[in-house]
């Protein structure tokens, strides 16, 4: 039996919000993804979880073409960005895979209602525009701007993911030898009902989801893939030195939720913490050697 | 066990191309139809396919809204199409199926490179304009348009499914107990690559997709819902008369490729005649009694 791992990859290093939210450019870095994963899964299942900041967001502007409807909700959004994403990877994974198929699961990820992120909208999603289009984006749209950078960006609500539902699909397909995609856009978000769940509008973080699927599918790893090499102390300053080796206490300053690494270290930390095994944050490009210890920041209890 | 069943879902007995294609809309289609498949799921394991030609033209539009990308290409909008629909079926379904889940894949499904219709788009996809914006729709995103009724609409190709790329995973879910929702919109329409499969500009139809995958999964029923009751003989005459019980001799004369029953008289010849199960053909509101025998055209070897 090969080892089970959880890869979460980045919505924005599968499409940079600064540039052209195009096809073509989301297919270049789902190349790269590909040969990454196709080195990985030589010797590991892989179940991948991608984000969708960038492209949740451009679905949301389907409704400024057909304003006879009112804006289709979040939670339907992440689901398209699931379909979008999700079987772009598929394709370019399946010839690497020797023959196992490789399987996209719409998948819903429970929430509370009452999670104060519902009230704090911090999650960018779509592309950036200038700073001077604030109001006339605000006024025209409904939605919640943020600066980001030199830019600004929509903001959403992002609440804590509870409970991956489609679980027991992820696993059978595992069982079956199934590379499997799913959780995608950190999963679509909904609240438990009276009969069965209801989609809310946000976008949850998809590190913190595949934190929770790593431990609900018994995942020997977990996997966080960024734009960053590693993990870095003193980062911004002369002393800034790349953490090779951490334990989860080691790690904990920086989970706050505004830094940079903020939900990747969270992620990270839940999984370890719960399940004694070991977790990885690297780059993209490095990913094999991450997982040979030889790059990225490598997380033990 | 249960029986399997294929049901094929119309895209437009989920939203009306002349209607607003709201998400309100949609939800109180799929309301309805989960009642009809709650009382089916008594007696049979579902397979679920739905169409998607409003909604996939729906989510063509985002481009208009962003002009600095390329329309993204219709094989994308199609997996997003799956999602958009696919999760709101699943959502309604899950509180009338006692708890055994209900799960929605990707579905992708080969065609032909060389198939005709990609010389003749046939296909109506996205909502209703006015006829005189056809030239203005044309230049503006270079769409195809073809009169609709008193309408115009944009039209695809529509290419004939050949095969069901990830029936593997829906067979594996099935022997899991999941009621499985699939090959939405009529699958992601594929090629045949060097290596694996490439996405193609297309939309197929959804009622030929169902006959192959309920041949590919041993289906012991197809069951395509629309809006007609029933196959009617001399329709439009003073003599209209429905078709209760025939043959697939006697339904050959309805799969003209351009009648209203066309693909769906001919999705279910191929079944039945593959098969040598019983297919039905009718309207939503009428599932049970269809299968019944009480409403709407049963077709038999």
């Given at each position: 039996?090969?080892?089970?791992?959880?890869?979460?990859?980045?919505?924005?290093?599968?499409?940079?919000?600064?540039?052209?939210?195009?096809?073509?450019?989301?297919?270049r870095s789902i190349q790269l993804f590909a040969q990454m994963a196709a080195e990985l899964a030589r010797d590991y299942q892989l179940v991948i979880v991608h984000g969708n900041g960038p492209q949740v967001g451009l679905l949301a502007l389907q409704n400024a073409a057909y304003t006879q409807a009112p804006?289709?909700?979040?939670?339907?959004?992440?689901?398209?960005?699931?379909?979008?994403?999700?079987?772009?990877?598929?394709?370019?994974?399946?010839?690497f895979t020797g023959g196992a198929p490789v399987t996209t699961l719409m998948t819903r990820v429970e929430v509370d209602p009452a999670d104060a992120a519902f009230a704090l909208p911090g999650k960018y999603i779509g592309p950036v525009y200038p700073p001077e289009q604030q109001a006339e984006l605000e006024?025209?749209?409904?939605?919640?701007?943020?600066?980001?950078?030199?830019?600004?960006?929509?903001?959403?609500?992002?609440?804590?993911?509870?409970?991956?539902?489609?679980?027991?699909?992820?696993?059978?397909?595992?069982?079956?030898?199934?590379?499997?995609?799913?959780?995608?856009?950190?999963?679509?978000?909904?609240?438990?009902?009276?009969?069965?769940?209801?989609?809310?509008?946000?976008?949850?973080?998809?590190?913190?989801?595949?934190?929770?699927?790593?431990?609900?599918?018994?995942?020997?790893?977990?996997?966080?893939?960024?734009?960053?090499?590693?993990?870095?102390?003193?980062?911004?300053?002369?002393?800034?030195?790349?953490?090779?080796?951490?334990?989860?206490?080691?790690?904990?300053?920086?989970?706050?939720?505004?830094?940079?690494?903020?939900?990747?270290?969270?992620?990270?930390?839940?999984?370890?913490?719960?399940?004694?095994?070991?977790?990885?944050?690297?780059?993209?490009?490095?990913?094999?050697?991450?997982?040979?210890?030889?790059?990225?920041?490598?997380?033990?209890?």
């Amino acid at each position: 039996m090969k080892k089970k791992i959880v890869i979460a990859l980045g919505g924005n290093a599968l499409l940079q919000r600064a540039e052209v939210l195009s096809a073509e450019n989301q297919q270049r870095s789902i190349q790269l993804f590909a040969q990454m994963a196709a080195e990985l899964a030589r010797d590991y299942q892989l179940v991948i979880v991608h984000g969708n900041g960038p492209q949740v967001g451009l679905l949301a502007l389907q409704n400024a073409a057909y304003t006879q409807a009112p804006a289709w909700p979040l939670d339907i959004l992440v689901a398209e960005s699931q379909g979008m994403i999700g079987f772009a990877i598929a394709q370019e994974l399946m010839p690497f895979t020797g023959g196992a198929p490789v399987t996209t699961l719409m998948t819903r990820v429970e929430v509370d209602p009452a999670d104060a992120a519902f009230a704090l909208p911090g999650k960018y999603i779509g592309p950036v525009y200038p700073p001077e289009q604030q109001a006339e984006l605000e006024k025209r749209y409904g939605w919640q701007m943020k600066a980001d950078g030199q830019y600004i960006r929509r903001v959403v609500a992002s609440p804590t993911p509870l409970k991956i539902i489609d679980s027991e699909a992820i696993c059978t397909l595992m069982e079956a030898g199934h590379t499997v995609i799913c959780c995608g856009g950190g999963g679509i978000p909904v609240v438990k009902h009276t009969e069965g769940y209801q989609g809310v509008e946000a976008v949850i973080d998809k590190d913190l989801t595949a934190a929770v699927l790593a431990q609900s599918i018994d995942a020997d790893h977990l996997l966080i893939l960024t734009d960053a090499d590693a993990v870095y102390e003193n980062w911004g300053t002369p002393q800034a030195r790349a953490l090779r080796h951490v334990t989860v206490e080691e790690l904990s300053p920086f989970a706050a939720p505004d830094g940079a690494m903020g939900p990747k270290a969270a992620a990270v930390m839940q999984f370890v913490k719960q399940t004694g095994n070991t977790a990885f944050i690297g780059a993209l490009k490095d990913a094999p050697q991450i997982l040979a210890g030889e790059k990225g920041t490598c997380v033990t209890r």
